[in-house]
């Protein structure tokens, strides 16, 4: 299921005598390591939302300013993540693998 992540090969001596694959496999670091972020800022975006938002009379005002921050750190680290997923799926600067790209 998780064969995709090459952690085998990132660690080996294959990887440094190869400059192109190790290249490839810093986007692909990069890649994985933004859709990582993602998801931790998503799930953490999710409960405090949850506690600033949805059901705030069950916390403290200190959690809740906490939860309002934290909304939008959260926010931040969806688009750091996002930028970091984009940068990953490049196999050369500039060249992105997209649709609007043709390629």
């Known amino acids: ?5 090459c952690f085998a090969y990132l660690l080996s001596d294959q ?5 192109i694959k190790s290249r490839q496999n810093k986007y ?9 972020l993602m998801m931790i800022s998503a ?10 938002y949805l059901i705030p009379e069950y916390f403290a005002l200190g959690t809740q300013v906490s939860a309002h921050i934290a909304t939008m750190l959260c ?11 984009l940068l ?3 196999d050369q600067i ?10």
């Open 1 to 5: 299921m998780y064969s995709h992540f």
């Open 15 to 19: 990887a440094l005598s190869d400059p």
């Open 28 to 36: 692909h670091s990069l890649y994985l390591a933004g859709n990582i």
């Open 43 to 52: 799930a953490a975006m999710c409960i405090s939302t949850l506690v600033a």
């Open 75 to 85: 926010a931040t680290g969806l688009k750091v993540g996002y930028a970091m997923h």
């Open 88 to 90: 990953g799926e490049n």
């Open 94 to 103: 500039g060249h992105p693998h997209s649709a609007a790209s043709g390629v």
